[in-house]
């Protein structure tokens, strides 16, 4: 079976740009969390969406905003991007029902830099 | 708020050796506590985790961890490391509701032959 996929695997956009992030779950997972690892540091939670509605948000400007499809796919929007937007978006996806409880499959993630 | 230390950013130790990552949190609230890895140029992997019962919790590799709640930590162990266990680890601790997850910066375990 596939893994949490991403996409684009790199991405270079300048600032005052928007920028859009893709994560496919693992098949039967309904469950998709976002983070947010600045170089160095460990991942920030962004958000978490369970049957496509919003179950958890970090502590993130609203420049950030994310959504689930039907289908349990996701995407992250970031508006107005800064330069300290710059980091690697890890994508998680778990099963459901428990929150961030539940195990979670960490895709291997886009590489933003904004230049 | 919970918030997580790690106070050692870097491990060097030599294979065979035994090693202990160590993890510290702070929470108002019950919480919930996890060790992942990060290996290089990849997505983090659940090494093991801590929701309720035995204090020793057992994960893949040869990894172990205990829940200290009195000290408020949750340290990661391994009687004998592998050149392969060289990555990144993080502790991460979760609220009992499960609505937000904060993880601490990352020890980065080097393991020399």
């Known amino acids: 079976d596939a893994g949490v996929t991403q996409s684009p695997t790199h991405l270079i956009k300048t600032r005052g740009q928007h920028v859009t992030l893709r994560c496919s779950p693992i098949?039967?997972?309904?469950?998709v969390s976002w983070y947010q690892q600045v170089l160095g540091q460990g991942p920030q939670f962004i958000f978490q969406y369970y049957e496509k509605e919003e179950r958890g948000r970090g502590n993130f400007p609203d420049r950030f905003s994310a959504r689930q499809f039907p289908n349990y796919s996701s995407e992250l929007n970031v508006n107005a991007l800064l330069l300290g937007d710059s980091a690697l978006y890890l994508c998680a996806s778990s099963l459901g029902g428990r929150g961030l409880l539940d195990t979670q499959y960490f895709g291997p993630g886009t590489r933003l830099t904004v230049l | 708020a919970q918030s997580v230390t790690q106070l050692d950013s870097q491990v060097p130790v030599f294979e065979e050796a035994p090693v202990e990552l160590r993890c510290n949190y702070s929470?108002?609230?019950?919480?919930?506590l996890f060790w992942y890895v990060q290996y290089p140029n990849q997505g983090l992997q659940l090494l093991l985790k801590y929701l309720s019962g035995s204090t020793l919790v057992k994960g893949i590799n040869g990894f172990e961890a205990e829940f200290n709640k009195s000290q408020t930590s949750f340290h990661l162990r391994k009687p004998s490391v592998h050149i392969s266990d060289t990555a990144e680890y993080f502790c991460a601790v979760s609220p009992s509701h499960g609505q937000n997850f904060v993880f601490g910066p990352g020890t980065r375990l080097s393991v020399l032959p």
């Open positions: 929470s108002s609230v019950s919480v919930y």
């Open positions: 098949s039967g997972h309904k469950s």
